[in-house]
């Protein structure tokens, strides 16, 4: 088998302290990739940071959310003709050693998109906070009713799509609560999706952008959202 | 009569303000046009107000204030509603252009390493 070209998209908004890691982590697996760091407008010295640790950097001139950063990462691919993307979170939480595994289904062509779950066995590592831990159950429960998928971590940003997928996203990615959203537009688009077990890391600097307090009010949006994917009407010359 | 007097001086301080909007070049065209028209539509309906009786009384209404307001409303929530789509494609295509700028970016910065 040839090998194919493999970017890493990693969006990153105010990550200094994680980013440089993370980009080290993925340059010293020893597989055929580009690191491609999506600064979404970061204040701080992202951008500086993940270009010294080897990354190619993508800049935005303002902060257009993580939706937004991870497309611009999809673009860079279809422009650049890379055949599989992975997205792998700016803030150190993925461990990217689980990428070759996460890679593997996508490579064999069983199916277009595979999201990293730290719910699906033999992990047992960590699972996020008890709170948030109700939100994504319920979120999975939810889009494996929707799309008869079976997801267990709809809410993680661990994962990998090979080039139908890159297409479809590039042009139509979701802006608002893009990992359980984006998850909608694959089976709208009827594309092949699994979830590979992963084991994942508590943030090690920084805050994640979703507050405790706010969790009730997050799960409403993130269901309306989800709901709101159900009346799209399908955009010509996506899917290929 | 005072009552004529008062909206007629502010349809009449809606158009004059709306013209010097754009002679100032801080309304184009496209904007300002509407907001022209509304204020002609006020300011006829307010000298023959006949019209205004006879036209909700033709639809309906048993008092003309009645047709004004239900006509105010309607405008404003369409209105409303017209301007967050347009906001919402302003957003989309403010998101597209900083992709396009930070893509392009990197593509720059290519080149000139390459030429280097």
Redesign the interface.
Known sequence: MTQEKILIIVPAYNETGNVARTVQEILSLSLPLTVLVVDDGSQDSTAQEAREAGALVVSLPFNIGIGGAVQTGFQYAIEKGFSVAVQVDGDGQHDVSFLGKLIEPIRKNEVDMTIGSRFLPPFTGYRSSFVRRIGIHFFAYLISFLTGYKVTDPTSGFRAFNRKVIHIFAGEYPHDFPEPESIMVARFYDKRVKEVPVQMRKREAGHSSIRYLATLYYMLKVTSAILFNMIKQKQAGRDQ | MTIKILTGFLAVAILVLVVELGRRRKLTFKYAIGWILISLLGLLFDVFDQLLSWTSALLGFTLPSNFIFFTLICFFIFLSLFLTIFLCQQNNR??TM??K???L??EINELKQKKS
Do not use: H, K, R
Request: charged residues 20%.
């Open positions: 403010n998101d900083a992709q700028i930070g893509l970016e990197v």
